[in-house]
């Protein structure tokens, strides 16, 4: 019985220390930018600042759009205004 014991606390720390090991390792690659997931990252991180230079773009079109027939909206107002009183006059 204590054979068993001191096999499986042998195993047991044997397993804690390759997962410590395969935990620096990914640490390592993490930090260094070797792991797969890494370069992903980078990779999609490239595409969404792609994005973010094209979405400023598209905003602009839309508030100058807005800003068009707010604009133009006014003007019909005060030309039609313009026309009510005309006809207040007479």
């Not at 133009?72 to 039609?80: E, G, P």
């Amino acid at each position: 019985m204590r054979i068993r014991q001191i096999l499986a606390t042998t195993a047991t720390a044997a397993a804690l220390v390759a997962g410590a090991g395969a935990m620096s390792t990914a640490s390592a690659d993490i930090i260094t930018g070797d792991s797969e997931r890494t370069k992903v990252v980078t990779e999609i991180d490239d595409v969404n600042h792609t994005t973010k230079v094209n979405a400023p773009t598209i905003f602009d079109d839309i508030n100058t759009q807005v800003h068009n027939k707010t604009h133009n909206n006014t003007q019909n107002n005060v030309k039609h205004n313009k026309f009510l009183a005309h006809l207040d006059r007479d």
